[in-house]
């Protein structure tokens, strides 16, 4: 069964350093996003991403992020510069058409230190 | 826009026995709803969803929901629980933008405990 992929599943940086997540989607999904879950916390939108740009940001998604499509496969998440209160496990997605169900990656635990 | 209400961010039962996870939405339109579970250090797993077809929702594992409109309920159900049930759930109602894209705004979550 095709599912999201997500790598590394933990990653540890300073603060100040720039960090790059990485996503799989599923190969015919048109639609992605990532979504953060502080510990503790609700999971949170972050961004959705379509036809080669971003659909919708929320308003944790300042100018310390970006994401890209770099290639036909991955989706990537980049944070700038880190601070503490980045640390949180982020969650990729993909779905196939906009209403449809979201299939969710195994997760990034990003900790900053 | 919309949110989702989770009541009980821990509910505990005995093996055996029902398993009601309580969830509220409140949206303008009608809502795309999902239930999500998610085991410790994994991520999120469908659970099952409700468009706007049969308001009983039957999903994976046992769960099934019902979708009340007049309540802007979306309830979690298993007639009865079982350990490997464990977990934390999240419900979530699908948001769309002016993109077009839709968006996940999800509850809190609830942490079901399974007492043996």
């Known amino acids: 069964e095709p599912e999201v992929t997500q790598t590394p599943s933990h990653q540890v940086t300073q603060m100040g350093q720039e960090v790059i997540l990485r996503c799989v989607p599923i190969s015919n999904h048109l639609y992605f996003y990532w979504y953060r879950q502080i510990l503790g916390q609700k999971v949170e939108f972050l961004v959705s991403f379509y036809n080669n740009e971003i659909s919708e940001k929320s308003e944790i998604f300042d100018d310390q992020f970006s994401v890209e499509r770099p290639d036909g496969s991955n989706f990537t998440l980049k944070i700038r510069s880190t601070k503490l209160e980045d640390s949180a496990m982020y969650f990729c997605?993909?779905?196939?058409?906009?209403?449809?169900?979201?299939?969710f990656g195994p997760g990034t635990r990003l900790t900053v230190t | 826009a919309q949110s989702v209400t989770q009541l009980g961010s821990h509910v505990s039962v005995s093996e055996g026995a029902l398993v009601l996870l309580r969830c509220n939405y409140s949206?303008?339109?009608?809502?795309?709803l999902f239930w999500y579970v998610q085991y410790p250090n994994q991520g999120l797993q469908l659970l099952l969803k409700?468009?706007?077809?049969?308001?009983l929702v039957k999903g994976i594992n046992g769960f099934e929901a019902e979708f009340k409109k007049s309540e802007t309920s979306f309830h979690l159900t298993k007639p009865s629980a079982h350990m490997s049930d464990a977990a934390e759930y999240f419900c979530a109602v699908s948001e769309g933008g002016t993109s077009g894209t839709y968006k996940y705004i999800f509850g809190t979550g609830t942490r079901l405990k399974v007492l043996a």
């Open positions: 949206s303008s339109v009608p809502p795309y």
């Open positions: 997605a993909s779905s196939g058409s906009p209403g449809a169900e979201q299939y």
């Open positions: 409700y468009t706007s077809a049969a308001t």
